[in-house]
T-cell receptor, first 110, second 112 residues
Framework: EAQVTQNPRYLITVTGKKLTVTCSQN?????MSWYRQDPGLGLRQIYY???????DKGDVPEGYKVSRKEKRNFPLILESPSPNQTSLYFC?????????FGPGTRLTVL | DQQVKQNSPSLSVQEGRISILNCDYT??????FLWYKKYPAEGPTFLIS?????DKNEDGRFTVFLNKSAKHLSLHIVPSQPGDSAVYFC???????????FGDGTTLTVKP
């Protein structure tokens, strides 16, 4: 089954404790992206990658890091999480315009 | 500067009637537009799209209209069904730019 998977689905952590949210796709897509969804703010792009070893900032990259060492994986790294990073995070992949989204990761930073 | 705007946070319609969701954009470089649907506790799923070379695209009950001069697009759902109740996001892209810009979403409620 073609899909985008994210782990964990839910995470509660404390300020400053480094965390990684994994994202994997099995559709051989070149393009992958991370978004955060906050009430009243829609989906805002954090980082995107157009191919292996190619990443670029989206609209809200501050406080986040990403890497793209393999085509299928695109982890999101929060080196020192803060409460304003409490949000719902979505990973997506695509070969052209249409994006396929993962189920989401709900992160709470205390 | 919000480049893609959905000015109606919510819309309520009766089952069987038409639902019209609107989206405005400011960046004239956008050349591809998409609508996504999102149910609670799930990721958004692709619904329908339109290229800037067209002004209408239809897929079953869903039709998207694009008015380039007004920088406006709309999604029509006819007839609306209770299962259409969800959040609808409008998105816009520039070819090969790698970025998609989303609107804030419109919550559609279809009442039986």
């Amino acid at each position: 089954e073609a899909q985008v998977t994210q782990n964990p689905r839910y995470l509660i952590t404390v300020t400053g404790k480094k965390l990684t949210v994994t994202c994997s796709q099995n559709m051989n897509h070149e393009y992958m992206s991370w978004y955060r969804q906050d009430p009243g703010l829609g989906l805002r792009q954090i980082y995107y990658s157009m191919n292996v070893e190619v990443t670029d900032k989206g609209d809200v990259p501050e406080g986040y890091k990403v890497s793209r060492k393999e085509k299928r994986n695109f982890p999101l790294i929060l080196e020192s999480p803060s409460p304003n990073q409490t949000s719902l995070y979505f990973c997506a992949s695509s070969n052209w315009y249409t994006q396929y989204f993962g189920p989401g990761t709900r992160l709470t930073v205390l | 500067d919000q480049q893609v705007k959905q000015n109606s946070p919510s819309l309520s319609v009766q089952e069987g009637r038409i639902s019209i969701l609107n989206c405005d954009y400011t960046n004239s470089m956008f050349d591809y537009f998409l609508w996504y649907k999102k149910y609670p506790a799930e990721g958004p799923t692709f619904l329908i799209s339109i290229s800037s070379i067209k002004d209408k695209n239809e897929d079953g009950r869903f039709t998207v209209f694009l008015n380039k001069s007004a920088k406006h697009l709309s999604l029509h759902i006819v007839p609306s069904q209770p299962g259409d109740s969800a959040v609808y996001f409008c998105a816009a892209s520039v070819t090969n730019a790698g970025k998609s810009t989303f609107g804030d979403g419109t919550t559609l409620t279809v009442k039986p």
